[in-house]
Each structure stands twice: as structure tokens, then as C-alpha cells.
């Protein structure tokens, strides 16, 4: 029911910038809202940001100031704008979606393949 393809992973040196793309295609689903999880080698998954259907973002602590989540218009193409790279940032990067029917509350949760972010020191 929702399609997550993403793009813009790569290697970048501390201080760097790099954008990731998440498109998000749903044929009768409605998207509530999308975001960029991270995991590093041995760590959780955490939250970086979320951007609802209304365009209201949160953020972690931890990338407030330096990262940037957008949404392009009708489209349900989600940017995160990555600035002032950090090797702790450094991670597989996920997109994740909240979909559900247009008729109902029911929400189901949809994941990407995932992309490397890497920055060195």
C-alpha cells in the first residue's frame, strides 16, 4: 500500500553537508506522516525527525540546529537536509511512513530499504 524509495547516502568529511530524498508512493492509503530514523553499528534505532501531514516537524536534541526535514508540496517526497556532519552521525538512515485508509484511524507503519550515511573525521 506505501512505497518508501531513498536516495542521497554517501561518504562526506566532518563539517559536510549531504540531502537525503524519501518518496513515498500510496495508492489508496493516506499518509499521516514520514521520518528519518538512524541506526549506528550497534545501536538502536533512533528518531531524527518527523514531519506530519500538516508540516509540523520535531527533531532530536541531537540534530536540532543542523538538520532540516522538509516535504515537497502534494508530493509526499521528504528531504532531510543534512548540515554540519558529525562522524556521530554516521548510520544506515531510514525512511518511515504512517499510513493508513482514508476512511479509517487505522495506521499501519512502512519502512525503506535504508541508505549509509558515513562522515569521517
Known amino acids: 500500500q506505501v512505497q518508501l524509495v531513498e536516495s542521497g547516502g554517501g561518504l562526506v568529511q566532518a563539517g559536510g553537508s549531504l540531502r537525503l530524498s524519501c518518496a513515498a508512493s500510496?495508492?489508496?492509503?493516506?499518509?499521516?506522516?514520514i521520518a528519518w530514523y538512524r541506526q549506528a553499528p550497534g545501536e538502536q534505532r533512533e528518531l531524527v525527525a518527523i514531519?506530519?501531514?500538516?508540516?509540523?516537524?520535531n527533531y532530536a536534541d541531537s540534530v536540532k540546529g543542523r538538520f532540516t526535514i522538509s516535504r515537497e508540496g502534494a508530493k509526499n517526497t521528504v528531504y532531510l537536509q543534512m548540515n554540519s556532519l558529525k562522524p556521530e552521525d554516521t548510520g544506515v538512515y531510514y525512511c518511515?511512513?504512517?499510513?493508513?485508509?482514508?476512511?479509517?484511524?487505522?495506521?499501519?507503519?512502512?519502512w525503506g530499504q535504508g541508505t549509509q550515511v558515513t562522515v569521517s573525521s
Open positions: 518511515y511512513a504512517k499510513a493508513g485508509p482514508k476512511t479509517s484511524s487505522t495506521e499501519f507503519q512502512y
Open positions: 500510496a495508492s489508496t492509503f493516506s499518509i499521516n506522516a
Open positions: 514531519i506530519s501531514s500538516t508540516g509540523s516537524t
